[in-house]
């Protein structure tokens, strides 16, 4: 009798089993392959440890806007935009968090228009679906996404079940040897200009206690740089549908109590000036390539002048060489 139970006993165990790793098996061949536009973990995942010296968080404001070859090419430092779609400001927490497990960066940007962001944006799935699994993806689901969206976060194949008649080579591929390294490391290149003809304020909706709450881990995000040594930098990205002077000076106040972190705000004192309304500009928010060269010149102006960073020892040239290449060749057409 007790081998009987023992019998069925692991013909259970070993059906849960089955099912676990089917179902894992297909999420992976069946959620949605992410190369650019954000939320690209499984290429971040690729860069050798230790070896990004700045990261740059927040939303499309960040991946759009910021050229990591441009910067190496001006300065040597290596760097990686670790961002995610209208990302809000605790799931940034989160990646910063999860990214500082195979990097150690000398400096973190962070875009903080993500601040005055409702509670739960519209790419919910896309920000926290992407992450690894471990405790800092499910902190995310539990303590930052929608109550309609943990199910299918916790279980992806609940969200991606219905994929199977349009699957294409290239999930088959990446599901079954991983993502590449990014290119562009964590770029995302856009070529349309569109002209901007004038300032649009943005009449930004204002929810205090999301706002309070935003700040809170703003200043979570500053104590693990302190604790790891970081430079902290939170930014607003120059862009023509700006905040309110209100809200800006009140962000800018409660930012400088935190002490150890610097603000930066690009569209103060003329910070558009530098840009070409008509060439420049993708849209009212992003930076095309041309004028994403320019913004990213600058940043590595500041890293090195401002900051007082150098590069890694030895950093691996030959890649990012071939990254500076690879946004050239963009750029021409």
């Given at each position: 009798m007790k081998k009987e139970v023992k019998k069925e006993l692991f013909a259970v165990v070993l059906l849960?089993?089955?099912?676990?790793?089917?179902?894992?098996?297909?999420?992976?061949?069946?959620?949605?392959?992410?190369e650019n536009f954000g939320s690209t973990w499984g290429r971040f995942l690729k860069e050798e440890k230790d070896s990004v010296n700045v990261l740059f968080f927040g939303s499309s404001m960040s991946y759009c806007d910021i050229v990591p070859p441009v910067i190496w090419e001006k300065s040597g430092l290596t760097s990686y935009v670790m961002a995610g779609p209208e990302q809000t400001i605790p799931i940034t927490y989160y990646y910063v968090s999860e990214a500082l497990k195979t990097q150690k960066p000398k400096a973190l940007f962070i875009e903080v228009t993500g601040v005055f962001f409702e509670k739960y944006q519209n790419y919910t799935k896309v920000n926290i679906g992407y992450m690894p699994w471990d405790e800092n993806r499910i902190g995310a689901t539990l303590s930052a996404s929608e109550s309609k969206e943990i199910i299918g976060l916790l279980?992806?194949?609940?969200?991606?079940?219905?994929?199977?008649?349009?699957?294409?080579?290239?999930?088959?591929?990446i599901a079954l040897k991983g993502y590449s390294a990014d290119e562009l490391a964590g770029y995302t290149f856009?070529?349309?200009a569109k002209e901007m003809a004038s300032v649009q304020p943005r009449n930004e909706s204002f929810d205090g206690a999301n706002y309070n709450t935003n700040i809170g881990y703003l200043?979570?995000?500053a104590e693990l740089c302190e604790k790891n040594g970081i430079k902290?930098?939170?930014?607003?990205?120059?862009?023509?549908?700006?905040?309110s002077d209100e809200h800006m000076s009140m962000l800018e106040?409660?930012?400088?109590k935190m002490g150890n972190v610097r603000f930066i705000d690009f569209n103060k004192d003329g910070g558009l000036?530098?840009?070409?309304?008509?060439?420049?500009?993708?849209?009212?928010?992003?930076?095309?390539?041309?004028?994403?060269?320019?913004?990213?010149?600058?940043?590595?102006?500041?890293?090195?002048?401002?900051?007082?960073?150098?590069?890694?020892?030895?950093?691996?040239?030959?890649?990012?060489?071939?990254?500076?290449?690879?946004?050239?060749?963009l750029c021409a057409g």
């Open positions: 849960i089993a089955l099912l676990v790793a089917f179902a894992c098996a297909s999420s992976s061949l069946l959620m949605p392959k992410r279980f992806p194949l609940y969200n991606y079940h219905s994929r199977w008649d349009s699957l294409e080579r290239e999930d088959f591929r856009l070529a349309d200043k979570k995000i902290p930098v939170y930014y607003i990205a120059p862009n023509y549908w700006p905040l106040n409660d930012i400088g000036s530098s840009y070409d309304p008509k060439l420049d500009f993708y849209d009212n928010l992003h930076f095309n390539w041309r004028g994403a060269e320019k913004f990213s010149d600058r940043l590595a102006d500041i890293l090195t002048r401002q900051l007082g960073l150098e590069p890694t020892v030895n950093p691996d040239s030959t890649i990012w060489n071939t990254r500076a290449q690879d946004f050239h060749k």
